[in-house]
């Protein structure tokens, strides 16, 4: 018998008989705008979990040290147990989304450097942006972990590029976050997938990814799948 240790709006998270590990279920439900718009599409959670699992699987090869052990089914993946530490961090190649509006600039623009950007995760607050200042000075990081976060964000980053480019696909911008382990070590976890990414098709700059649910462009799991597909195909 596993118990409910927590559910959020794409996963839940169960107990498992070690206590080290979670099992990892990954639900349908699709959700924008902090919660607002809601749908449920019957293959997401497998296409999800079948993508972060590959995704993690390779980040491990190039050693990246991650939550992910193993994929037990369609839907489900056993992780390591870790808490989480409360930053959505995105790294952005390519001016899209909150960038664009927040700062008047066009979608696309491709940017001088990768912007390391941090939000203070909280739902009720709307997810605030923050800078590195305000992660140490409110305790949620030390100065030292927020520099390993930086680095292997960015390392993370160009991983994710040179995977994405060979499935003909630009990584614009991304979300992940980091979890801590009992020994204290900072790992990667939650989840990488088009629900957390931006992913254009290079050329035609087409979207495959959560872009197409955000703004009711259709073919949302139709693109998943391509995604899927490209990268365990080509
Ligand atoms: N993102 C995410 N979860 C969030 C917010 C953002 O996975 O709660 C991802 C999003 O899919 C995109 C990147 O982080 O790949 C940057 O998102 P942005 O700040 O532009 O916000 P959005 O326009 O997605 O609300």
């Known amino acids: 018998m596993m118990n409910l240790l927590y559910e959020g ?3 839940q998270l169960y107990s498992c008989e070690e206590p080290d590990k979670v099992y990892v279920h990954y639900k349908n439900s699709a959700t924008a705008f902090n919660g607002i718009k809601k749908e449920e599409f019957e293959k ?3 296409l999800n979990n079948t ?3 590959l995704i993690f699987n390779y ?5 990246v040290r991650t939550h992910f052990i193993e994929k037990v089914n369609d839907t489900d993946q056993i992780c390591q147990h870790v808490t989480i530490i409360p930053l959505e961090v995105i790294i952005r190649n390519i001016v899209a989304g909150s960038m664009a509006k927040k700062y ?3 979608e696309g623009q491709v940017l001088a450097k990768p912007v390391f950007e941090l939000s203070y995760k909280n739902d009720a607050l709307g997810d605030p942006l923050i800078n590195d200042d305000h992660a140490v000075a409110l305790h949620i990081v030390t100065e030292d972990e927020l520099a390993f976060i930086k680095f292997q964000a960015l390392r993370i980053n160009m991983l994710l590029q040179e995977f994405f480019l060979k499935a003909n696909l630009t990584l614009v911008d991304f ?5 801590k382990t009992k020994n204290n070590q900072i790992i990667l976890a939650d989840e990488i997938s088009p629900d957390t990414c931006r992913l254009w098709e290079v ?3 087409e979207k495959f990814d959560k872009d197409r649910f955000r703004r009711d462009l259709g073919g949302v799991m139709e693109a998943y799948e391509e995604v899927l597909r490209r990268l365990t195909h080509e």
């Open 104 to 106: 008047g600039l066009p």
């Open 51 to 53: 993508i972060t699992s």
């Open 59 to 63: 980040l491990e090869n190039a050693g």
């Open 203 to 205: 050329g035609t700059q």
């Open 175 to 179: 979300k992940i976050e980091f979890g």
């Open 9 to 11: 709006k794409a996963k």
């Open 44 to 46: 997401k959670g497998v």
